[in-house]
């Protein structure tokens, strides 16, 4: 069956250093693959995707590059801000209905 | 602008007693899902519905039900059945076809919360 894999956290970071979430996955056929970000008492939100490989979703200074080879989505930013911090989940969609694999999620504190 | 709404924010059920969560969408998708979020842990799903007057079990179903009569509205009731009923839920819905939000995977309600008191 399809899986997810991400890196423990909590990750805690100064501002303005460099963020990389690492994500892993399997999956049969070609999945496409998003970041989504959870902020604290909230639901999920869409942060970014990609639907091919090699592919590079990005949004609010994040990316995050579909590498088929290696079958990961690791997540990056060049500089956090405190109002980064949050989960982030890196999930895959694959199959004819639309059923989302989610990761476990990645913790992360950004301090001033 | 089109969205899920989730209500209420907060519940809290009393030992042995069922209650029910709503969740309404006005973005015209046809699959809506159910997930159980615990402190520290993943989404685990509870049930999903592909289309109306259908739906099927997630990983963790028991001790809960749905109904999917409405496109808009796939409600989840915990019932006394489920004996550690504490947690986050999130509905989610999305469009299968491709055609309303094409490979944008899931949208999210803002979850409710509920406690056992």
């Known amino acids: 069956g399809n899986s997810v894999t991400q890196m423990e956290g909590p990750v805690t970071l100064s501002e303005e250093a460099f963020l990389t979430i690492n994500c892993t996955y399997t999956?049969?056929?070609?999945?496409?693959l998003f970041w989504y970000v959870q902020y604290p008492g909230e639901g999920l939100q869409l942060l970014l995707k990609?639907?091919?490989?090699?592919d590079k979703g990005s949004n609010k200074g994040f990316e995050a590059t579909y590498r088929k080879e290696t079958t990961s989505f690791h997540l990056e930013k060049g500089s956090v801000q405190v109002s980064d911090s949050a989960v982030y989940f890196c999930?895959?969609?694959?199959?004819?209905?639309?059923?989302?694999?989610f990761g476990t999620g990645t913790k992360l504190q950004v301090i001033p | 602008d089109g969205g899920i709404t989730q209500s209420p924010k907060y519940l809290f059920r009393k030992e042995g007693q069922n209650v029910t969560l709503s969740c309404e969408q006005n973005?015209?998708?046809?699959?809506m899902y159910w997930y159980r979020q615990d402190p520290g842990q993943g989404l685990r799903l509870i049930y999903y519905s592909q289309i109306v007057n259908d739906f099927q079990k997630g990983d963790i179903a028991e001790g809960y039900s749905v109904s999917r009569e409405k496109k808009e509205s796939f409600p989840l009731t915990v019932t006394s059945a489920q004996k550690n009923p504490t947690a986050f839920y999130l509905c989610?819905?999305?469009?299968?076809?491709?055609?309303?939000?094409?490979?944008?995977?899931?949208?999210f309600g803002s979850g409710t919360r509920l406690t056992v008191v």
């Open positions: 989610a819905s999305t469009d299968p076809t491709g055609t309303i939000t094409p490979n944008y995977g899931y949208t």
């Open positions: 990609a639907t091919k490989a090699d």
């Open positions: 973005l015209n998708h046809d699959a």
């Open positions: 999930a895959l969609l694959s199959g004819g209905y639309q059923k989302v694999t």
């Open positions: 999956a049969t056929g070609y999945p496409s």
